[in-house]
């Protein structure tokens, strides 16, 4: 097959291009993939065993201005679309174009959810409202398969959406299968590079960084934290923050000691969840929340909310817990910081757990998905040729 994936971006530290990327390698084994992206980074292209083709097309947080920026430069690209045996759209940045591609091949779409517009100010607040409204009383009715990556998400569809979508669970090759990453070696070199001595226990969080544009995100807690931890435990104990920051977090959190890695390469990433004691999210909302998953399958107890997709994700009480209130998540760190017995079985545990997560279970899927609908799609166009008398 020749498959076409579209995604605004391709760079490292989002996780819906990750996505992108660990299916495009291993559906280009057997196939013909071309990843059509607005913004790229080396990164991703110095590993890429796929095509990558730039599109510039202006982006707009108003998903109405989004879609008409589309919308408009759909003609110019359309000549390049006319030969793929199917399609998948990524991210809602190509939803205006799902009508007319879904009229040349089948087309599939990923729903990733749209977080929430709480702590957004006016008008940003009716972001979400626009673009539940528009994907699911129009756009995913031209699909002809919907993809999302929890159980929670696909209860957020509308039924007769629910009826053609299907959950296909992330994966975490990635960090348990990192090609040239020597545990030993990149662990030892982590530590130099952030001065972390033997005695001291790391507690880590992965994610965006920053108040102001994901609000649901809660990283304000995690300075909550610190300063509970700080205050319990002192220096033995320390917590680093990966991300993408933004609006000048570094700022504040370097003010209150707060440890932050901006960008950090993915061996960095690796060596911090393989190091760190515990992980945790304080996130309100989550579609998935690969991190969590992440952790887990390195042996790293987490600690997060009980909210949207992470009882999918995480085991309470097994492999890690999942706290109903600021004070829980705090009782919850105490406990596992103070029962080293305990976080030993649940790392255990966690390494069991995350090996169902997997990146070639869900390309194995997907592509048995693609076929079905590619064949399908070629027999109807070969009847509908007969009937015509054109033999």
Not at 23 to 48: G, M, P, W, Y
Not at 178 to 203: G, H, P, S, T, W
Request: aromatic share 14%.
């Amino acid at each position: 097959m020749k498959i076409a994936l579209f995604t605004e971006r391709l760079k490292l530290g989002f996780g819906v291009d990750l996505v992108v990327h660990e299916q495009a390698k291993r559906l280009s084994k057997n196939h013909e993939v071309v990843v059509f992206a607005i913004e790229t980074d080396q990164a991703f292209i110095s590993d890429a065993s796929y095509a990558i083709y730039p599109l510039h097309i202006p982006l707009s947080f108003n998903p109405i201005k989004q879609d008409l920026n589309s919308y408009m430069w759909y003609s110019v690209y359309e000549h390049l679309f006319d030969s793929f045996d199917v399609y998948i759209i990524h991210t809602p940045t190509f939803n205006a174009w799902i009508p007319r591609l879904s009229k040349k091949a089948p087309l599939f779409v990923y729903y990733y959810g749209n977080s929430p517009s709480y702590g957004y100010p006016f008008p940003k607040n009716y972001r979400k409202s626009i673009m539940d409204f528009t994907e699911n009383n129009f756009y995913f009715n031209y699909a002809t398969k919907v993809f999302t990556i929890s159980e929670y998400l696909k209860k957020q569809l509308p039924m007769k959406i629910q009826k053609k979508t299907q959950v296909l669970y992330l994966g975490t090759e990635h960090i348990t299968h990192r090609k040239k990453y020597d545990a030993v070696k990149e662990m030892k070199k982590f530590k130099r590079k952030y001065f972390i001595r033997n005695n001291e226990r790391l507690i880590t969080y992965v994610g965006r960084l920053d108040y102001k544009n994901n609000p649901y995100k809660n990283t304000k807690e995690l300075l909550k934290v610190h300063d509970y931890v700080k205050e319990k435990y002192g220096s033995s104990i320390k917590i680093f923050a990966l991300g993408i920051p933004e609006n000048n977090i570094e700022k504040r959190f370097f003010k209150r000691g707060l440890n932050i890695i901006p960008n950090a390469p993915t061996e960095d990433l690796i060596s911090a969840l393989r190091l760190s004691y515990m992980y945790i999210s304080p996130s309100k909302w989550e579609g998935f929340n690969l991190p969590l998953v992440e952790a887990q399958s390195v042996g790293t107890p987490v600690v997060c909310y009980k909210v949207a997709a992470h009882p999918e994700v995480v085991k309470d009480g097994k492999t890690g817990f999942l706290a109903r209130s600021e004070r829980q998540m705090m009782d919850n760190i105490k406990y596992l910081l103070n029962n080293p017995k305990i976080r030993k079985k649940m790392s255990d545990e966690c390494l069991i757990f995350a090996k169902t997560f997997s990146w070639e279970k869900n390309v194995e899927i997907l592509e048995s998905a693609l076929q079905d609908h590619t064949q399908t799609s070629k027999s109807n166009a070969e009847n509908d040729f007969h009937r015509n008398g054109d033999v």
